[in-house]
């Protein structure tokens, strides 16, 4: 009996870890339109029109990468300055008034966008321009543009290989960086894009198979472009009137289920084999898992917020630290060693961080002019000398 | 640009033929076929003592070799077994020695019976009775001095105190220190002949009881999961779970972002620096063996909700505001409110003091009434709602223009404990230096074992991607964080968790840095063909007319040769 | 001696035609420093008043990573008034430093080693120009007045060429290696000049009584050259304190070419179009490249060292990583002491034409690209490809011609006999 006891909590423990693996902490979207140019409008109002989407079900900006390699709103072709549209009936502007870009133009690169992934980037690189993802975040990568076999191009000027995408994210797993990954591309030829992924935890999806092109849906004349391209068109109209919130229990086998080859003109791909549990599995995650923000926030319970425990809990630190620091004097004394921050009151060393980030200026003065004449005359002069002090010697020796 | 050369190169090249190429062409001279001799001989000099070897310099990419086996062994775990023997003293100022001992020899056996995860255990260790006494009555624990010593840190020191008129022995966590007074009744000491005492046994349940938590969380740390630990309720499982993962991402250093918001114009100032120094600094320092901490402090006035967030409703029966709880996920603005610094490299946390609109005070989450909030792994909100002075002359009610330090003082202690709960700091037990030094042997564990599991990436990657440069820095790095790792480990075993802390920390960093090395951005995939296409526009044109004279010239030589030896 | 009126005209000319210029349009000059046919991050004038300004208050002058040249122009130029608002003084200053080279010319014209040297004679020694014609060619040529008004620090260099030849031609062999030392300095390349130089001494001073051993007056005159470098880095030490610091940033900044703003050579785009991994090898080429001139140009015009240095400066005007007009402006300037050779051009029109289209193209597709906003990149470089081709069109042809002249000295019955070329 007993033993039936620990054998079922022992399995209700399994299926507490079991559903608690599934959960992540934080969601980041990586949204990149590959190519510049007018004609290429509809590419950037794809990312923004998704970048639209994910901010709408929560994923705030400091979680959104957004590269854009051109600036069609002020494009000077652009009969409407400053908007983007993605639909002919120009009801939303995309540009809008708030929207964060965090590679744009020329850093749009094959380079830029493996580091972003691997996070292999300068010390200074701001953290707006980082993917802060662990392994507790689940990632949604976009990227549209023109592709081809196994290839996407970037800027006209270089491409990306379907191994060089593997490769990345294979990284990332290796160092925790996803728990989960949506992979979505727009492009001509898009699935072979995925083929070569190897690591787990990754659902992919492309718009059309390989030898297919991938259409645009619509133009809006008085841009003189077309706007949207199909199959992204889709996604989104099954995003915007299917997931309204981010309370949506939605998953991705409605979403893949909601193409219509008869409209996108192409066959979209999913590939699910790199999933645990696979199609089964990878089908019942919702669509805000990828798309939506994760909303736990904590209420302090009453108890936690009662002031006397937590001011107990901190007129105790401040005993402690006190104590702690005279001892630290005493062994600094002792040791007869600056024990830097630690020696230090918590006063001064708390305003000690605090200017920490500002960088030292130098004033510059200008010199009265007198030295450094004299170091130029003497310059001068040694050359003088020596040049003629050569021409005497030549000649004379000639 | 390739023809170009091309052009330059070959008219030269050409004409240094050229005498030979004429109608009727006189005969060369032996001069004239020695200086053409020599000026081939010139241009394959440069190509090849200087060509050749540039070509290999900068064309090889540099893999410094790195200690993979070890590398691997570190992260399947066969490099080193990761245990926390946790010294705990026993102060028995009024027993015999020899009883002490029995006493000491009977609570191990017991622990080390009722022990079933062999990597965390404790160990008895009996103090000098007398000087402990004295000593830890009123001075701070051993623990804390985190010079490295060579003995290993004192955990707990149990003080045994008999005391009259108990009927079983009754325990007393003294909340400031790391002691655990234990009162016993005098009749209940043991004596040396039996195997087992009450007092023993009161003892052994005490400790397991103070250090289950941490058990439990090092197991899941080290294992993954509880699964192991069958003492662990699943409650207690779930708890450490829930923790770890709100816990933020460890990093060297935190910023800690305090912010003021409001939606009208006042209050406009508050006093920070006091609130912080006051609230704040001793917890930093206290946490600083663990990370470095850096503050900075800001007040936005006319802080708007978004649009689309839910807006407060008015509670009739309490006649105050309220929040719904689902809601507050949308509380911060974060498309308009300037939060998330990108200055500096380590994770930003964010605290939010809200002060409402005089319209809309007091406001409080709807469901339990409660005015603070933490979101996982961001930061804490906490609405702070001052008394509205009636004073202005247009009628309605008014914030206070200033905040005084008092009046921050909730909002600042709440802070401090959403910053211990976001750091992943146990709950348990009371003491809050336990709970501290706690936290020093989770980190340490963490550490450890996410450094280990970087080298095992690293050594992965290596391997994988053979076209990836390895530059000399990350096998310096790879070394200082092996080295860092066993030192860690050796720590450990003796129990000097301080210090182990303190090494995981540096291998942490090393290994963080060897893995996210800049240069180490594999070749774009370049099949050969694509090499050929690089080198041919240029190189061909300026090689065929230097291959074309070379061969020339090395006929001309063989054909004297032979002319040489054939007469 | 009697002045040479000529002479005193050509030079009193240049010198009021530049004047005349400076003070008619007093924003000609700035905006002559800032066209990047004229300026380039080795030898700009602004970057120089950046670097100045850092040094005359004691701050590294390469701190901000703008001035790249040598440091021993600063306490140079700090002797000098400030340009901005008293520009005149240095303007002058630029004047007389072009009068000073035209001179340096004037010398090497006078010496006639460019039609008859020790081992050589010229088959058309009638047909030449005299010095003060080589002068004035080179004092109204278009480029050299661009690069004087723009202040470019070149013309420093090409002091330092030309008195290195004008020494070496006249005899003075210790002067020589100064003058080239001190280019070599100032710009790094010039060392390459180093073999036909000393060539050329060797050849002079062959020509007196007894010929001196060639191994132990090379290396005689390479120790010079290096003490003189040597000199002038210490120099420079003294002046910025941080031996290493002026070091990566004037000639590490040269070898390694990180600036990529356009200019009219051919380094800027191809190492923008390059791929990264390759970037490092390709910069050996085309550095391998620049320098592999040198020997086989030696090899072969062993009898004209003269030549080779005029050679190898018109490779270096269009091979050199950053080369602006005033180093086609050297080339140019020295061609005029081969006027013999102009006979035996063959491609002078196609050449001319090219130098002239491209030198009128290439400032209106700049313009296009950069301000226009209409062509791009691809515009600008298409032109300045056509002027290397122009400019080696008429180095090939050069070569050519010394090449014909040398084979018509050795057998005379070949004199104007027709040629094909294969």
């Known amino acids: 009996m007993a033993l039936l006891l620990r054998f079922l909590r022992a399995f209700a423990l399994l299926l507490l870890v079991s559903a608690v693996v599934a959960e992540h902490t934080s969601n980041w979207a990586v949204l990149v339109s590959t190519s510049r140019f007018w004609f290429n409008y509809r590419h950037l109002a794809n990312v923004l029109s998704l970048y639209r989407t994910v901010k709408r079900l929560g994923i705030p900006d400091s979680q959104i990468i957004l590269m854009l390699p051109d600036d069609m709103a002020c494009n000077p072709r652009n009969a409407f300055p400053g908007t983007v549209y993605s639909n002919a009936d120009r009801a939303v502007d995309l540009y809008g008034d708030n929207i964060e870009v965090d590679y744009r133009g020329y850093e749009v690169t094959v380079e830029n966008f493996i580091r972003l992934l691997t996070d292999r980037l300068d010390e200074d690189v701001p953290r707006s321009k980082r993917l802060g993802s662990d392994s507790g975040s689940n990632v949604l990568v976009y990227m549209t543009g023109h592709g081809g076999d196994q290839f996407l191009k970037f800027q006209d000027a270089e491409e990306i290989g379907a191994w060089d995408l593997a490769d990345a994210f294979g990284q990332m797993w290796e160092k925790k960086r996803y728990h989960e990954l949506l992979f979505m591309i727009d492009t001509c030829q898009a699935n072979t894009m995925y083929t070569h992924f190897y690591s787990p935890n990754i659902v992919a999806t492309g718009s059309s198979e390989i030898d297919q092109s991938s259409y645009s849906h619509h133009a809006d004349n008085d841009v003189g472009v077309a706007v949207i391209d199909r199959w992204t068109y889709y996604v989104l109209e099954f995003l915007e009137t299917q997931v309204t919130s981010v309370t949506s229990k939605l998953n991705l086998g409605d979403l893949f289920d909601s193409y219509d080859e008869s409209k996108i003109h192409s066959q979209p791909g999913v590939r699910w084999d790199l999933f645990p549990g696979g199609e089964q599995e990878g089908r019942l995650r919702t669509v805000v898992d990828f798309f939506g923000n994760v909303q736990n926030v904590e209420v302090e319970n009453a108890n936690a917020t009662e002031p006397g425990s937590l001011k107990e809990d901190l007129v105790e630190i401040a005993r402690l630290v006190e104590k702690w620091q005279k001892r630290d004097k005493e062994y600094s004394a002792i040791l007869g060693n600056s024990a830097g921050n630690a020696t230090e009151d918590p006063h001064s060393s708390s305003l000690h961080l605090k200017l920490k980030s500002t960088v030292g200026t130098t004033k510059m003065a200008e010199d009265s002019g007198w030295g450094k004449r004299l170091v130029g005359i003497s310059v001068v002069g040694a050359c003088t000398a020596i040049w003629v002090a050569g021409s005497i010697f030549g000649r004379s020796s000639v | 640009m390739a023809t170009k050369i091309g052009d330059q190169e070959s008219p030269q090249a050409s004409a240094s033929h050229q005498p030979s190429v004429k109608r009727a062409p006189p005969p060369e001279t032996p001069a004239a076929i020695q200086t053409r001799f020599r000026v081939i001989a010139a241009f394959w000099a440069v190509i090849i003592f200087l060509g050749f070897p540039i070509w290999w310099k900068t064309t090889s990419i540099y893999r410094a070799s790195l200690p993979i086996e070890e590398m691997v062994d570190w992260a399947d775990g066969k490099a080193c077994r990761p245990v926390f023997p946790l010294e705990i003293h026993l102060a028995t100022p009024s027993m015999q020695s020899l009883e002490a001992q029995h006493l000491l020899r009977t609570t191990q056996h017991a622990l080390d019976d009722l022990n079933e995860f062999a990597a965390h255990h404790l160990r008895l260790k009996l103090s000098n009775g007398s000087t402990t006494a004295t000593h830890n009555g009123e001075d701070s624990p051993e623990s804390f001095k ?215 005070s007091p406001l409080f989450v ?92 690293l050594a992965r990657l290596t391997k994988s991607l053979p076209s990836i440069p390895i530059p000399a820095t990350v096998a310096t790095s790879v070394s200082t964080t092996l080295s860092h790792l066993s030192s860690s480990c050796a720590h450990l075993r003796e129990g000097r968790f301080s210090a182990a802390l303190a090494s995981a920390r540096v291998a942490e960093t090393e290994a963080e840095r060897s893995f996210f090395e800049k240069s180490m951005v594999g070749q774009v995939y370049f099949p050969d063909e694509h090499k050929v296409a690089v080198y041919l526009p240029l190189l061909g044109p300026i090689g065929v007319p230097l291959v074309v004279g070379l061969l020339k010239e090395l006929k001309r030589i063989a054909g004297r040769r032979k002319a040489k030896g054939a007469p | 001696m009697a002045v040479d009126r000529r002479k005193i005209a050509v030079f009193g000319a240049a010198f009021v035609l530049r004047l005349l210029l400076t003070c008619l349009f007093p924003s000609l000059p700035d905006l002559l420093t800032g066209r990047v046919e004229v300026s380039t991050p080795v030898n700009s004038f602004k970057r120089l008043q950046e670097g100045l300004f850092l040094y005359t208050r004691n701050v590294s002058p ?361």
């Not at chain 3, 010319?105 to 081992?119: D, E, M």
């Not at chain 3, 030849?165 to 070599?184: E, K, P, R, Y």
């Not at chain 3, 062959?206 to 120790?223: D, T």
């Open chain 2, 146 to 360: 985190y010079l490295a010593e060579e003995t290993a840190d004192t955990a707990l020191t149990v003080r045994l105190l008999p005391q009259e008129g108990l009927v079983g022995p009754r325990s007393e966590l003294q909340t400031a220190t790391t002691q655990l007074d234990i009162f016993y009744p005098p009749n209940q000491v043991p004596v040396p002949s039996s195997s087992n005492s009450p007092l023993s046994a009161f003892i052994t349940a005490e400790l397991q009881r103070l250090y289950s938590e941490e058990k439990a969380t090092i197991a899941y740390i080290l294992s993954g999961n509880t699964a192991g630990l069958d003492s662990t309720s699943p409650q207690l499982a779930e708890e450490i779970d829930r923790r770890l993962r709100r816990s933020i991402k460890y990093a060297e250093t935190y910023h800690l972002s305090f912010s003021l918001f409001t939606p009208g114009s006042e209050p406009s100032s508050w006093d920070i620096e006091a609130a912080v120094n006051e609230y704040v600094s001793p917890l930093l320092q206290a946490l600083s063996p663990i990370s470095n901490f850096t503050i900075d402090t800001q007040v936005q006035l006319y802080a708007n909700f978004a649009p689309t967030a839910p807006k407060p409703e008015y509670d009739e029966s309490e006649a105050v505001w309220t929040l719904k709880k689902e809601g507050l996920s949308a509380f911060v603005n974060a498309a308009e409110w300037p939060l998330n610094p990108s200055i500096g490299s380590g994770p930003t946390i964010n605290f939010i003091l809200y002060i409402p609109d005089p319209s809309q």
């Open chain 2, 366 to 457: 709807k469901e339990n009434r409660a005015s603070s909030w933490m979101v996982p792994q961001w930061g804490g909100v906490f609405i702070l709602n001052p008394p509205l002075s009636h004073t202005d002359k247009q009628g309605g009610p008014s914030n206070p223009t200033h905040l005084s330090q008092d009046s921050l003082g909730p909002a600042f202690m709440t802070f401090s404990h959403q910053l211990l709960t976001l750091l992943g700091t146990p709950s348990t037990p009371t003491s809050l230096p336990l709970r501290l030094q706690t936290s020093i042997r989770i980190r340490a564990a963490s550490l450890l074992l996410s450094a280990s599991s970087t080298m095992g990436s």
């Open chain 3, 62 to 422: 390469y701190d901000g990573g703008v001035f790249h040249q040598a440091p021993l122009l600063l306490p140079l130029f700090a002797l000098l008034p400030n340009a901005k608002s008293w520009p005149l003084p240095t303007a002058i200053f630029y004047f007389l430093v072009d009068l000073l080279n035209a001179y340096a010319l004037l010398t090497i014209s006078a010496s006639g080693q460019s039609v008859k040297s020790r081992l050589h004679s010229a088959v058309r020694k009638h047909v030449r120009w005299d010095g003060v014609s080589v002068a004035a060619w080179f004092l109204f040529n278009p480029l050299t007045i661009a690069t004087c008004l723009a202040r470019s620090t070149s013309v420093f260099t090409t002091s330092g060429i030309l008195f290195a030849v004008s020494n070496a031609v006249s005899g003075n062999t210790i002067n020589a290696m100064l003058a080239l030392g001190f280019a070599s300095y100032l710009s790094l390349y010039p060392v390459l000049l180093f073999i036909p130089l000393v060539l050329l001494c060797y050849d002079r001073r062959s020509e007196g009584s007894s010929p001196p051993n060639v191994g132990s007056f090379i290396v005689q005159h390479a120790a010079l050259l290096l003490a003189s470098v040597a000199g002038l880095l210490g120099l420079s030490c003294l002046i910025t304190g941080d031996f290493w610091e002026f070091i990566s940033a004037t000639y590490g900044f040269h070898l390694l070419v990180p600036d990529l703003t356009p200019n009219v050579g051919l380094w800027w785009y191809f190492f923008i179009e390059m791929f990264d991994s390759f970037r490092e090898f390709f910069l050996g080429v085309f550095w391998l490249h620049l320098a592999s001139y040198m020997g086989g140009l030696t090899a072969r015009f062993r009898r004209q060292p003269l030549f080779v240095v005029t050679a190898l400066l018109g490779v270096f005007a269009i091979f050199k990583p950053y080369p602006s007009i005033s180093d086609a402006s050297l080339f140019f300037a020295l061609l005029p002491l081969y006027r013999h050779l102009f006979p035996l051009m063959r491609y002078t029109f196609f050449a001319g034409s090219a130098i002239l289209y491209s030198s009128l193209l290439g400032p209106a597709f700049y313009h296009l690209w950069i301000y226009a906003g209409s062509g791009n990149a691809n515009f600008f470089y298409a032109i300045t490809l056509v002027w290397s081709l122009g400019l080696s069109i008429l180095l090939a042809d050069t070569v050519f011609a010394a090449l014909r002249d040398e084979w018509e000295q050795e057998c005379p019955g070949m004199v104007g006999a027709e040629v094909r070329q294969v």
